[in-house]
């Protein structure tokens, strides 16, 4: 019993979502206020709170986060427009509209970082206003909305999640790595989820990912960064950007929060496509049934490098393995194939072949024709050459023996 009790105890802690500690809490019941309702169409009204944080919490600690907690209950209905500024000390520290609150059941929740330079060490005065409009006429701050100070996942600074490109100026089937970096800056653990704003394969036409990773679920650390790093192929000669990622994380009450990360943008163009390619034989004439051995010299005479390449052998005869690819050639850059060939019967064949560019199509190359010659076996001349010497010796032998 004692030992399923303890695995239970372990299942559960894996399971619990991830909270961030808090240091200081205090609802507007406690402070003596009660909750402020503004009721009516196109009608807004404020209500001030003075607060005081505790001494021994210095808001100059860089672990130390201020947050407004608003509970707001919406009436007659959650649907419409709504105006909530809230202020500190005299200064607008964010203006709400309806999408911003977190709903459940009845009650909306948003939660508000408080800047620490305009925080006071001794009282602070938090104002917050309520507008109505037409079809949400009611508006309920609840009492159970309050400040605190609380140990907490940052994602919120501009660097901590973006995507970076290893290249931006690329040509058709030019790989390049792009870099996903989510960095907690904060003072807490979270629990976070990489994903993208849309599928990857809505965009297959444009570029195709090859290989790497591009989904991350795991416990982000305090001063941890992460990293995920996958490799895209463009398929087409536009200017494009990629998908943006998405985290989305808890925050210091359990709540899911997400964060865009920056865009990439990629910038693809045509290469210059200029291929030259010859075929290289050991032998002109081989025998039927026999095989001859062949060299095809592709090289780069363009400017640009050259990806996937395709080549195909052509030819009336068997050629073995006739087709092969090059995944890159650079500039002035030779590559050798080796191919054979047999033939069944006698004749002269041309043989040609075909460059094809696998990530378009647009264009293709083709080699200079050459051409292989089969023969049928004939009499050995060294066959021919000795039955004369026979010859002669015996007309030699027969002209002695008479004489």
């Known amino acids: 019993m004692k030992k ?17 500690e808090t240091l200081f809490e ?17 009608q807004r009204n404020c209500q001030k709170i003075t607060f005081i944080y505790p001494e021994e919490r210095s808001l100059e600690s860089a672990e130390i986060y201020p947050i407004l907690s608003i509970g707001i209950e919406f009436g007659p209905t959650n649907e419409g427009k709504i105006d909530v500024n809230a202020l500190v000390n ?29 925080l006071l060490e001794e009282e602070n005065e938090l104002e917050i206003c309520l507008g109505t409009g037409n079809t949400i006429t009611s508006i309920l701050l609840l009492n159970q909305s309050g400040i605190g100070l609380y140990k907490e996942a940052d994602f919120s600074k501009e660097n901590s ?11 058709i089937g030019e790989k390049t790595e792009i870099k996903i970096l989510l960095h907690n800056q904060g003072s807490d653990s979270s629990l976070a989820e990489i994903k993208f704003a849309r599928p990857l394969a809505e965009d297959k036409n444009a570029f195709s990912v090859v290989e790497g ?16 790093t996958y490799i895209v192929k463009p398929r ?100 050798y194939l080796t191919f054979t060939a047999s033939g069944l019967e006698a004749g002269k064949f041309p043989i040609g072949c075909t460059v094809k560019y696998i990530d378009t199509n647009i264009s293709e190359s083709h080699c200079q024709n ?30 002695i023996m008479k004489s």
């Open 90 to 118: 005299g200064f607008l520290i964010k203006n709400m509209g309806l999408e911003d609150f977190k709903c459940k059941e009845e009650t909306c929740w948003e939660r508000v970082a408080l800047p620490k330079q305009n």
């Open 236 to 335: 087409k000669a536009v200017p494009m950007t990629l998908p943006p990622a998405i985290v989305y994380y808890e925050n210091a009450f359990g709540e899911k929060e997400s964060k865009f990360s920056g865009l990439v943008f990629l910038n693809v163009r045509e290469p210059e496509r200029k291929i030259e390619a010859f075929i290289v034989k050991k032998e002109e004439n081989v025998l039927v049934g026999q095989t001859v051995e062949m060299q095809l010299a592709i090289k780069n005479i363009g400017l640009d490098p050259l990806y996937n390449l395709s080549i195909e052998m052509e030819s009336e005869t068997d050629i073995i393995q006739n087709t092969k690819e090059i995944e890159s050639l650079s500039p002035k850059e030779t590559v």
């Open 26 to 42: 205090r609802s507007f019941a406690e402070m003596g206020y009660e909750s402020f309702l503004v009721e009516g169409a196109g």
């Open 213 to 228: 990773d591009t989904y991350f679920t795991g416990v982000v650390e305090a001063g941890e960064e992460i990293e995920i």
């Open 4 to 20: 399923c009790f303890f695995v239970a105890l372990i299942v559960l802690f894996i399971i619990s979502p991830v909270f961030s």
């Open 161 to 171: 999640f973006r995507m970076v490109a290893e290249k931006t100026e690329l040509i």
């Open 370 to 399: 050459s051409f292989v010659e089969f023969s049928e076996p004939g009499i050995d001349p060294t066959i021919i050459a000795g039955l004369f010497l026979v010859v002669v010796a015996i007309a030699a032998y027969v002209y």
